[in-house]
């Protein structure tokens, strides 16, 4: 009777290992999906392209900085889209108007930069030529329906600082308030 039983569990022991080479051998077919987001009260959403966006200055030479006081200016841009104005869902009143504010370390009234070049800071302007101060709310806009584009340029600047080469760079967050 040992003996039946033992080929039995000899023959099923090699029938779960043939069946777990055979598995192993097949190409692995799973994945994931991560999903983040949020639900929030606004009148416009932020194009996805403009949430998070990289400005590539480039290479500048020292001496540009040196006597002009600033480099070359650079466009970037911030779509809006699916902007509406009436609140359906409350009795709170209607959007009308927003401001933006840029966030980020402030240097000489522009804002800061990180690496190894000196005497330079980032900074930005909208399209009405207002100059941004880090943390400062820039003048009311007021929304149009839809789709909107908010224009703005940016340069390195001197933050009258000695002047040293190097690689640089920031991060600039923004955020709107709706009224």
């Known amino acids: 009777m040992f003996r039946k039983t033992a080929s039995h569990a000899l023959f099923l022991l090699l029938n779960v290992c043939i069946a777990c080479q055979a598995y192993a051998s097949q190409p692995q ?4 999906v991560n999903m983040t987001g949020s639900i929030i009260e606004t009148a416009c ?13 480039g290479t500048l030479p020292l001496s540009h900085i040196a006597r002009d006081g600033q480099g070359s200016t650079l466009a970037f841009s911030i779509k809006l889209v699916n902007c509406i104005l009436a609140k359906n869902y409350n009795s709170l009143p209607d959007w009308h108007r927003f401001q933006l504010t840029f966030e980020g370390d ?3 009234g ?16 909208d399209g009405s030529g207002n100059v941004v101060k880090p943390g400062t709310q820039l003048p009311v806009v007021e929304i149009v329906p839809d789709e909107m584009r908010l224009n703005y340029f940016l340069r390195l600047v001197s933050n ?18 709706y009224h």
């Open 29 to 32: 077919t799973w994945g994931r």
């Open 106 to 108: 402030e240097d000489s």
């Open 160 to 177: 009258n600082q000695l002047l040293r080469v190097g690689e640089y760079s920031s991060t600039v967050k923004f955020k709107m308030d």
């Open 110 to 125: 522009s804002f800061s930069m990180k690496g190894d070049a000196q005497g330079i800071a980032l900074q930005i302007v």
């Open 45 to 57: 959403a932020i194009d996805v392209a403009s949430r998070d966006q990289t400005v590539e200055i």
